[in-house]
């Protein structure tokens, strides 16, 4: 076996573990807000601001869903493009009196906010630990 063998074998093998997948609700109206807020009674609820237009942002979305390791029937993932839907990025920031960033995740329970992270801060364990 080569060199180059072996990484190409660890890829085969990675690619053949079934990845835990995200099921995104996408956030583009305002009364989504609302939503959030109702389905974080029943669940944790996690809220993705991403910012199309930043590699930054794109890195710690790519980060976070490659890490992810969350039983979707107790956590639901609400993901805003905030480039697009600024009118609702801006009501999040007001309602739930977070400082507007980008990326930044923010995570309720029971209608209150229990943790929110932007940047190099948004790592899945980091939000696994604090819900759990």
């Given at each position: 076996?080569?060199?180059?063998?072996?990484?190409?074998?660890?890829d085969?093998?990675?690619?053949?573990?079934p990845?835990?997948?995200?099921?995104?609700?996408?956030?583009?109206?305002?009364?989504?807000?609302?939503?959030?807020?109702?389905?974080?009674?029943?669940?944790t609820?996690?809220?993705?601001?991403?910012?199309?237009?930043?590699?930054?942002?794109?890195?710690?979305?790519?980060?976070?869903?490659?890490?992810?390791?969350?039983?979707?029937?107790?956590?639901?993932f609400?993901?805003?493009?905030?480039?697009?839907?600024?009118?609702?990025?801006?009501?999040?920031?007001?309602?739930?009196?977070?400082?507007?960033?980008?990326?930044?995740?923010?995570?309720?329970?029971?209608?209150?906010?229990?943790?929110?992270?932007?940047?190099?801060?948004?790592?899945?364990?980091?939000?696994?630990?604090?819900?759990?």
């Open positions: 076996m080569g060199f180059f063998d072996k990484f190409l074998k660890a085969e093998d990675t690619s053949k573990t990845k835990k997948s995200i099921d995104w609700l996408e956030v583009k109206k305002v009364n989504d807000v609302e939503t959030i807020l109702e389905t974080s009674k029943r669940q609820a996690i809220v993705f601001k991403h910012s199309t237009r930043c590699p930054v942002s794109r890195m710690a979305l790519n980060r976070f869903e490659a890490e992810a390791d969350f039983d979707n029937s107790q956590v639901a609400f993901f805003l493009d905030l480039i697009q839907y600024r009118e609702v990025s801006n009501l999040i920031a007001e309602k739930f009196q977070v400082t507007h960033q980008s990326p930044q995740i923010i995570i309720l329970q029971n209608q209150k906010i229990i943790g929110h992270f932007s940047h190099h801060e948004i790592q899945a364990e980091v939000v696994a630990d604090l819900i759990n």
